[in-house]
């Protein structure tokens, strides 16, 4: 007799999202007026709950509907060549179900994407089919106005040279430039090309063959189906690191490099300290990857491996990853000069692939930071152990050689696995062995011959979280920063009761407690907030109109907690005794106490050269 009855077994299945609170995780979301996002597969796959994520920010006062322009990217200020001269960062998050501690094995991977031509005006604003609109269409980091995803038609069996390229054009002119994007196009194509890795565990999870006629790098364990998440590929998702590269493009045509789109760029690693020398060896940072290439116009192929891929006719070859491309550098003396007056990128004159002639001034980000996960127990979105704050990484901005903005996407996933097996030496000839582990298995538990159900769905007890920021710009530095380290000072959270904004939290500053050093240090204060954050009437307790979220910053009267309200008087104010702003140098002590504490309704006290009269409260 078989029962239904299920009885609990301490992680079976891994329900354990994650959320990026600094800078501001979108989990899907863009500028939905519910406490639910819309699209959970709208850009990518974050497994989380619905309510989780915040709104993309608003530069003005209304919502910003249909038109980009009035959002809000934040801008940050890159490193600078020297070691005295860091951007630095706090990326701050909360995961579910917990990191380095006895219960699961854990790691957190953060990984960033930038591309040139990364200002507002550079904004896609044409559905022309002319080339120039359409590879901006499809290259521009975007967080979108529209909550769709985007199309993407995939290739039949045994397609034909001539079949592909009107495929690919058709792909390439269905992007809108009303989605978001993050990866491209071309990048998920190849992804539903690119042969499975037919090595991995997938325990009794049954892997559909895709159109193409067998099974692709776009069904996992995780994703048996090959449900499509933006233009992400759920195998390079869901494994690190990854096999191959993560290049957006084929490059040297159709004038698709000017645009930079760079791969995934590894930040950090952490997790087990034993793996850090094999995970900052492998990083695609520094180490090259391989890939098969096909004939024709098509720049990848089904196989994986050199071997099967010279039987089918295919060249193997290495690709490089980037960070930037200097293409004012003409020659390799040309390129040595700027390598020589830099120590934090690595800088060569090198051809990107393999298979090409020309060589190009090359930068390559630095080997990823490596170390151990902080320490959070499970069924907790909280503060990491023996901490104040939620997990933190110290993280520091790239530095761009070409000074030039760049327009960003920050991503972090939260591997893990159950400990019912060895994640890391479980392999393809253990799937579908029910001695390793099996879906819903039935036990006779009372060992009477009646058989109990386990609830156990083997497609979670591995898996990969993640969160995604909106778009960020990186600025070029100043000459007025030159020496000094920026220290980035912003603000986490949204609007309402902590049971209101729950998966997200109430507000604070990120960093709340900065120390700063008044030689070495500038400090850049910065924040955004949606007009659109009213939860469907869920509730946004908090003073002032209904549905905005704002914050400002006030001086209090002192630290302590009898005394901690805000300075009542402008003129009593001596937070900003001595401060000046090199961005906006006219302004005095008192506008810029103003602008912070009316969180810039006012950018002064009275007008300067970059604060106009009606701006100001005169």
């Not at 300290?273 to 180490?287: L, T, V």
């Not at 990848?300 to 293409?327: H, M, P, Q, T």
């Not at 062995?433 to 006779?444: A, K």
């Amino acid at each position: 007799m078989k029962w239904t009855t299920a009885i609990l077994v301490l992680i079976g299945a891994v329900m354990g999202d994650v959320y990026l609170q600094n800078p501001r995780g979108s989990n899907n979301r863009l500028d939905e007026t519910t406490s639910n996002r819309k699209n959970n597969n709208r850009l990518f796959d974050s497994q989380n709950n619905n309510k989780g994520g915040y709104n993309t920010g608003d530069r003005l006062s209304g919502e910003f509907r249909d038109k980009p322009e009035r959002q809000y990217a934040m801008n940050y200020y890159a490193s600078g060549a020297k070691s005295t001269e860091k951007s630095k960062l706090e990326i701050e998050w909360t995961n579910q179900h917990g990191c380095n501690n006895n219960k699961l094995d854990c790691n957190i991977v953060i990984q960033y994407m930038c591309m040139n031509n990364g200002t507002d005006d550079d904004y896609p604003d044409s559905s022309s089919s002319s080339e120039e609109a359409v590879l901006k269409r499809v290259f521009y980091i975007r967080d979108g106005v529209d909550t769709g995803t985007q199309k993407h038609k995939e290739a039949d069996k045994n397609e034909s040279e001539k079949k592909y390229e009107d495929r690919m054009e058709r792909n390439f002119k269905d992007v809108d430039r009303k989605e978001g994007l993050h990866e491209t196009v071309w990048w998920y194509d190849r992804c539903r090309y690119q042969e499975a890795n037919g090595g991995l565990f997938t325990a009794d999870q049954d892997l559909d063959k895709d159109r193409v006629g067998y099974v692709t790098a776009s069904r996992t364990r995780q994703n048996p189906n090959g449900g499509q998440s933006g233009y992400e590929c759920p195998e390079e998702r869901d494994y690190y690191p990854y096999w191959s590269d993560t290049l957006q493009a084929d490059y040297f045509k159709d004038d698709k490099d000017k645009f930079q789109r760079t791969p995934w760029i590894d930040l950090a690693w952490l997790g087990d300290r034993s793996r850090c020398s094999y995970i900052q060896k492998e990083s695609f940072n520094r180490k090259s990857r391989f890939r098969c290439v096909g004939e024709g116009e098509r720049d990848y192929a089904r196989e994986i491996n050199e071997k099967d891929c010279e039987k089918e006719g295919g060249k193997w070859v290495e690709f490089i990853s980037f960070l930037e491309i200097l293409e004012d550098a003409k020659s390799e003396s040309e390129c040595n000069k700027l390598k020589s007056k830099q120590g934090y990128n690595y800088i060569s004159w090198r051809r990107l692939r393999s298979d090409s002639d020309t060589k190009k001034c090359v930068v390559q980000a630095p080997t990823p930071k490596c170390g151990e996960a902080p320490s959070t127990r499970v069924n907790h979105l909280g503060n990491a152990e023996d901490s104040h704050t939620n997990s933190r990484f110290s993280a520091e901005l790239p530095y761009f050689p070409s000074l030039k903005s760049k327009r960003c996407v920050l991503r972090l996933r939260y591997n893990i696995s159950t400990l019912d097996y060895d994640p890391l030496k479980t392999f393809a000839k253990s799937n579908d062995d029910d001695d390793v582990i099996e879906n819903d298995p039935e036990i006779d538990f009372l060992g009477n011959g009646q058989e109990f159900e386990l609830a156990l769905n083997t497609a979670q007890t591995g898996r990969t979280f993640q969160d995604r920021s909106h778009a960020f710009v990186v600025l070029p530095r100043e000459k007025s920063m030159e020496g000094k380290n920026i220290l980035n000072l912003n603000v986490r959270g949204k609007r309402g009761n902590i049971v209101q904004v729950f998966p997200a939290t109430e507000y604070d500053f990120v960093p709340n407690t900065l120390v700063v050093d008044r030689d070495d240090d500038l400090v850049h204060i910065q924040w955004t907030g949606s007009n659109s954050h009213d939860n469907n009437n869920d509730g946004d307790d908090g003073e002032g109109k209904g549905g905005t979220d704002r914050s400002n910053l006030l001086q209090l009267k002192d630290n302590d907690l009898g005394n901690s309200y805000p300075v009542l008087k402008l003129s009593d104010t001596k937070m900003f005794d001595g401060v000046k702003s090199l961005t906006h140098p006219d302004a005095s002590e008192e506008d810029i106490a103003v602008g912070l504490a009316t969180a810039g309704f006012y950018c002064g006290k009275k007008r300067y050269d970059t604060c106009p009269k009606e701006y100001s409260m005169e």
